[in-house]
């Protein structure tokens, strides 16, 4: 069955630290894509990133970054010299293309509070 | 720039009512779904659409029902709210395509239903 799992219901660390968000996923599919979305206190889930499961490269955008290991099946996520401002819940989700729905799987999500 | 908006923010209904949750979006994506946020459980899907007129069951369709008239419209409706619909409810959109699974959505501000 589909399912993804991120362990880590809260973390908290200290402004400047770096960060790793975990995401487990389960799927028989061999083709399938990952998301992580980010949720700020105003609510609205903001699209960060999409993997292609043909596609491990892992990718970096300004201070964060993604592993994507199908050996593991883990899509994690780091954010480098964390900031107030990345204060949020971090969802990661699946979608198959095969599952003949649009819908994704989501996390359970990680609420990542940075203190200054 | 792309947006999903929703009729409120904040909504106070007393059991037994009949509610609506409106959602439109800008973008004229075929795709508008439906979910709701509940602490340790993520985002569960309630019902999607992919065009005018059709609806798909998601994972909890239990207790709600929903209506698209509309491309840029997809409303959730409560036919009887229970205490048990108290929740945060996302509306979000997707373009389609050939492969709508690999699209990301996208989310509204949410709308925090108290049904007492």
């Known amino acids: 069955a589909q399912k993804v799992t991120q362990a880590q219901t809260e973390i908290s660390v200290v402004e400047k630290e770096d960060v790793t968000l975990d995401c487990v996923y389960e799927?028989?599919?061999?083709?399938?894509?990952l998301f992580w979305y980010k949720q700020p206190p105003s609510g609205e889930l903001v699209f960060l990133i999409r993997?292609?499961?043909?596609?491990?490269q892992n990718e970096i955008s300004g201070r964060y970054s993604w592993n994507f290991q199908k050996s593991t099946s883990s899509f994690n996520f780091t954010i480098t010299a964390s900031q107030v401002v990345d204060s949020a819940v971090y969802f990661c989700a699946l979608s198959e293309p095969t599952s003949g729905t649009y819908k994704y799987i989501f996390g359970t999500g990680t609420r990542l509070k940075v203190l200054a | 720039d792309v947006k999903v908006t929703q009729s409120s923010r904040y909504l106070v209904k007393r059991t037994g009512e009949k509610v609506f949750l409106e959602c439109v979006q800008d973008?004229?994506?075929?795709?508008m779904f439906w979910y709701r946020q509940d602490p340790g459980l993520g985002l569960r899907l309630i019902y999607f659409?992919?065009?005018?007129?059709?609806?798909e069951k998601g994972d909890i369709p239990e207790g709600y029902s929903v209506s698209r008239e509309k491309k840029e419209r997809f409303s959730l409706i409560l036919e009887s709210a229970s205490t048990n619909q108290t929740s945060m409810y996302l509306c979000?959109?997707?373009?389609?395509?050939?492969?709508?699974?690999?699209?990301?959505?996208?989310f509204g501000p949410g709308t925090r239903l108290t049904v007492l």
């Open positions: 979000a959109s997707s373009f389609g395509g050939t492969n709508p699974s690999y699209n990301e959505q996208f």
């Open positions: 659409s992919y065009d005018v007129k059709m609806k």
């Open positions: 799927t028989r599919d061999t083709t399938y894509y």
């Open positions: 973008m004229d994506h075929e795709n």
């Open positions: 993997r292609n499961s043909f596609d491990e």
